[in-house]
């Protein structure tokens, strides 16, 4: 007996489902509507393998039968032994030539490495599908990416970051009475004024370029005016402070807003408690999730489209809106931040979004009680914080 005609028919019966992994099968369990089954014995078959549909059994046959070259002959001296699911394993030559007349090719046969390469692809390709949730999927729809740079573009034309126009705004009262105002002193360059004396300039400010934003978006554009309105006096001091936030250094305790710098201090101790504390920690508690501007400007756009501002009548499309925003930030966040880390951060957001509500609707009632004893509002902030229930 010749060297290659050792290997025995228990060593290939042994083997035959060892081969778990080779060749990538084509067209799976069914075609045209039936069950699939083996060409060479009848049993189930799970794809094609070496240009004919087969089960996993004979096609690992097949696979080791051609590369340890071996010489079988048929021991009942036949030569047209019956193959299928049972009798397959008793007559290896018959079952080789019934393989071969069936229509398998040896070339067709990958080489060792190329297994282990289709091995380590197979065992990447889980590993991703695993960690998919994490790192986006699909990432961002064209749809998506639309909105955000709508948003952004909005963003950049209505938010002087540096506060270059910011300039000529009274220092007096309504009533005439002097603001609670100190000479600037001087710090890296940058004048430093406590923040109280020019609140209500500032916000109003700020109102301004808030109030263009919504105007530049399309979807608020497309909603009747009674809506914008609406919408507008509920949300408008919830995107300011998001705003702020994006200049708020956590170092310092200020503000930096282009050349000034607005710190905590209230030298008259009379607002600190009322207006300054709570959004002390909310500020603090916002800049700990070191959000991209994406994501402060779809958290713009949600504040903005919320439904159940008082007066706001297409509930039913705002609500829609407001839900297209919130998808996607909940995608952005999965396709720009991959980390396990960031996992929770689109709940994190919400929850900052509500706590921003009951801020809203907090502060604006300490400002309509401070503004009965110290008019200090501008016609801009009376009509906004007067027509707003929280």
């Not at 489902?17 to 067209?27: F, G, L, M, R």
């Not at 039936?34 to 097949?62: I, P, W």
């Not at 008793?90 to 070339?107: I, P, V």
């Not at 009533?175 to 430093?192: A, H, L, R, V």
Request: glycine share 6%; aromatic share 8%; net charge positive.
């Amino acid at each position: 007996m010749r060297p290659e005609e050792s290997w025995s028919h228990v060593d290939l019966v042994r083997c035959e489902e060892a081969d778990s992994v080779s060749e990538k099968p084509i067209n799976v369990d069914e075609e045209d509507g039936g069950l699939q089954v083996c060409r060479v014995c009848g049993d189930k078959a799970n794809g094609y393998h070496f240009n004919v549909m087969t089960c996993e059994g004979c096609k690992g046959f097949f696979r080791r039968a051609m590369k340890r070259n071996v010489r079988l002959r048929c021991p009942f001296r036949k030569g047209t032994c019956e193959i299928n699911r049972k009798t397959r394993r008793q007559c290896q030559a018959c079952r080789l030539r019934k393989c071969l007349d069936s229509g398998m090719k040896k070339e067709m046969i990958m080489s060792d490495a190329a297994v282990e390469q289709r091995r380590a692809l197979i065992k990447r390709k889980k590993r991703e599908k695993i960690e998919a949730p994490l790192s986006g999927g699909q990432g961002l729809t064209e749809e998506q990416q639309a909105l955000i740079q709508e948003l952004m573009d909005a963003q950049m034309k209505t938010f002087d970051t540096t506060f270059s126009h910011f300039k000529d705004f009274r220092l007096r009262g309504e009533d005439g009475s002097i603001w609670n105002y100190q000479p600037p002193s001087k710090s890296d360059g940058k004048e430093i004024i406590p923040l109280l004396p020019h609140l209500a300039d500032v916000s109003t400010y700020m109102f301004k370029g808030v109030i263009n934003f919504a105007k530049v978006i399309s979807y608020f554009r497309d909603l009747p005016i009674e809506d914008q309105i609406s919408l507008l006096k509920g949300a408008t001091f919830e995107m300011c402070l998001l705003r702020f936030n994006t200049m708020f250094d956590t170092e310092t305790g200020t503000w930096e807003c282009g050349r000034l710098a607005y710190c905590f201090e209230d030298p008259e101790g009379g607002f600190q408690k009322l207006l300054l504390d709570p959004l002390i920690k909310f500020h603090y508690m916002l800049k700990k999730l070191q959000l991209h501007k994406e994501e402060y400007v779809l958290m713009q756009a949600i504040s903005l489209f919320s439904p159940d501002r008082p007066g706001v009548v297409q509930r039913n499309v705002v609500d829609q809106l407001q839900e297209r925003f919130a998808l996607t930030l909940k995608a952005y966040i999965e396709y720009s931040r991959p980390s396990p880390a960031h996992r929770f951060l689109f709940l994190k957001i919400m929850a900052v979004l509500t706590e921003l509500r009951s801020i809203n609707a907090q502060q604006t009632q300490q400002l309509l009680r401070i503004q009965d004893s110290h008019p200090f509002a501008t016609p801009l902030m009376q009509e906004l914080f007067s027509s707003t229930d929280g």
